[in-house]
């Protein structure tokens, strides 16, 4: 909260260009202290945020919901309907009132596949910071393989035959000299 507007800017070009990079069909789990209070303005920010908010927007929190906006992105921490102190993640340390900084967030199409987002109350770790638990079943595709690349296999039963055997013979030494000839050969 207490950086520099260009350093909070810098920090979220990073961001884009980072999600940018992310094809559309892989899936993103975005975790993090952003020092963002997103509100509970649903209405605002369909898709985005759920009906389940706490507190109200700050600056930092519009950032963090123009990103999401931009990225089809949806903050898990405000779609389920649990008592604030199964979301809430920092306690101020004057007023000692609670608040949701730490967010998990996901593509919208994948919302499906989330479980629940909830804190973990009291978890032993060197932070003032509630820790955030993230249920998912994930759908995870097979790799696609690329068409293009087609591997030539060799006739082992071929190599029997006397003549077939020569010719192989014949033909990987004249490659091998051929490469010896170009520099790239197997002596270097």
Known sequence: MDKDDNVKDKFYEEVKQALSKIRLREQILLLGDFNARVGRDYEAWPKV??????????????LLLSLCAQFELAITNTMFRLP?????????PRSK???????AIVRQRNLSQVN??????GANCWSDHRLVIIKMRLRLRAPHR????????INVDYL??????NAFVHEVNETVQALDLEGGGLSN
Request: aromatic content about 8%; proline content about 0%.
């Open 49 to 62: 945020l759920g009906r389940h908010g706490i507190g109200n927007i700050n600056s930092n929190g519009q």
């Open 84 to 92: 604030a102190k199964y979301k809430t993640t920092w306690m101020h």
């Open 97 to 103: 009132h609670w608040h949701l900084l730490d967010y």
């Open 116 to 121: 629940i987002t909830r804190v973990m109350r």
């Open 146 to 153: 690329n068409q293009g690349v087609k591997t030539k296999r």
């Open 160 to 165: 029997q035959i006397l003549d077939s055997r």
